[in-house]
């Protein structure tokens, strides 16, 4: 047919070492061969263009039209995809005339495992306190300075007292004035003792008015006597009730007179209190137990009304504040125990317990703000340190341990090996919490599993093993 078909190797007849080529391959090139060589045959007895078909008559030869058509299928031939790797067969036949391993095995184990959130979070003093002065003065005395230890109590700074001093002598004075005018002792009652009473009857102011009340009254009753005999006129008894109206009269305002020198004595003993407390507030004393972190004043100086002039802390129970992500809201709750790391302790850890959680979430970091107190007597803590806390959770996960000695890492992959009858089998696993001697593994693994412990690094994916 037009043309003599070249023959094409078959892919039996291939040497070896040549790629065989796919049989469908073969038949489009035999296509291929044949439409570039094949032509139309002139029709007897016609003209030379009269009978060909439209696309001969126009110059072009029919291989010209079927040769893009024949390509089109053969790239749509998809050829068999090459395999990735060798078959597990193949493997198996290539590592048979190899000696087997003798390994140890060990069962995967399902245990209980408490999940540990690890927070960081910086420390804070338990009080930490600007202290101010109340009073204005001048300083007088600084017996602290910073790094000082100091109680609850102790002088952190001393003003001039002088002008205070002399408004307590004054204070006093009223308020001797004040007890002697309610016939009071002039000295405070020593301690322990009672509070004298003021006998509002026996003051001679009382019993002045009293006498004349009395006396008023005998007048009265004797002239009413002397009235009803006719021996004294309508106008001396209006006379002696009158004088009866004026002593009574004048016994009420004693009375008032002594309720008045009582409400000056309340007011001279807290005249007394008020130059008593700011003789105190001349000196400023440590609010707590704590530590001097800083004196803004030195002997004299002006120290103006509530002024800072020393800063406390108290470091011996240290708050840790702690922001707990959303999804472990419902896990944290007072009393937990946790677990504190300081970097600059050099992996000492400290232990404490959550004190505090917040009733709210934070809407912008969606975090929950939880404070736990650390003990730290010993000083080795300082506020303002940051700082790693870890705790147990309530809620307990099973999970798959094995030993360590089981897992082999390369690259950053870890993998075990499986013992399946008489050969292994990888499985890469990803490794979580650690323990004495096993270690925790989320992998395609179940529990009772036998994993290779020994000769591990000498076992590859299908070794044969024995032991």
Avoid at 345 to 370: C, E, F, I, N
């Amino acid at each position: 047919m037009g043309g003599t078909e070249s023959k094409l190797p078959d892919a039996l007849d291939m040497p070896g070492g040549i790629e065989p080529v796919p049989r469908t391959r073969q038949k489009a090139a035999r296509a291929t061969h044949f439409l570039t060589n094949v032509d139309v045959p002139r029709t007897a007895g016609l003209g030379k263009t009269a009978c060909r078909p439209a696309h001969v008559r126009n110059g072009t030869p029919m291989r010209r039209i079927l040769l893009p058509i024949v390509l089109s299928l053969l790239a749509c031939q998809r050829p068999p995809e090459a395999p990735t790797g060798p078959a597990r067969g193949e493997v198996a036949r290539r590592l048979e005339g190899l000696p087997r391993v003798p390994v140890a095995t060990s069962a995967v184990e399902q245990q209980e495992l408490s999940r540990t959130l690890e927070l960081t979070g910086s420390l804070q003093a338990e009080d930490q306190s600007n202290v101010a002065t109340v009073l204005p003065g001048v300083v007088a005395d600084t017996p602290v300075d910073v790094g000082d230890v100091v109680k609850k109590g102790d002088a952190l700074l001393r003003l001039d007292d002088r002008d205070a001093r002399l408004r307590l002598l004054a204070a006093q004075a009223g308020l001797m004035q004040a007890r002697a005018r309610l016939n009071l002792p002039l000295e405070d009652p020593a301690d322990g003792q009672p509070r004298p009473q003021v006998a509002v009857e026996s003051l001679p102011e009382i019993r002045m008015a009293q006498a004349g009340v009395e006396s008023a009254r005998l007048d009265l009753e004797r002239n009413r006597k002397l009235y009803d005999e006719k021996a004294v006129s309508q106008q001396m008894m209006d006379l002696s009730r009158l004088k009866m109206d004026q002593a009574q009269a004048g016994l009420d305002q004693a009375r008032n007179g002594i309720l008045q020198a009582m409400a000056g004595l309340a007011n001279a003993e807290a005249q007394v209190q008020m130059a008593r407390k700011a003789v105190a507030d001349m000196t400023v004393r440590a609010p707590f137990h704590g530590a001097v972190v800083r004196r803004n004043v030195s002997v004299g100086e002006y120290a103006a009304p509530q002024a800072p002039v020393v800063q406390l802390v108290r470091s011996d129970v240290l708050r840790l504040l702690l922001d707990v992500p959303e999804s472990a809201v419902t896990t944290v709750m007072p009393g937990l125990d946790v677990e504190v790391s300081v970097q600059g302790l050099g992996g000492v850890t400290v232990r404490g317990k959550v004190a505090r959680v917040a009733p709210a979430v934070d809407g912008v970091t969606r975090s929950l703000r939880v404070e736990a107190r650390v003990d730290n007597k010993d000083g080795r803590l300082r506020p303002g340190m940051f700082a790693t806390a870890k705790t147990l959770l309530p809620a307990r996960d099973l999970a798959l341990f094995v030993p360590r000695e089981a897992v082999i890492t390369q690259s950053g992959t870890s993998r075990v090996f499986v013992v399946r009858g008489d050969h292994v089998e990888e499985r890469i696993v990803v490794l979580g919490e650690a323990r004495d001697t096993a270690v925790e593994v989320r992998g395609p693994l179940k529990p009772g599993d036998r994993v290779v412990v020994k000769n591990v690094d000498k076992l590859v994916d299908g070794a044969p093993v024995e032991g």
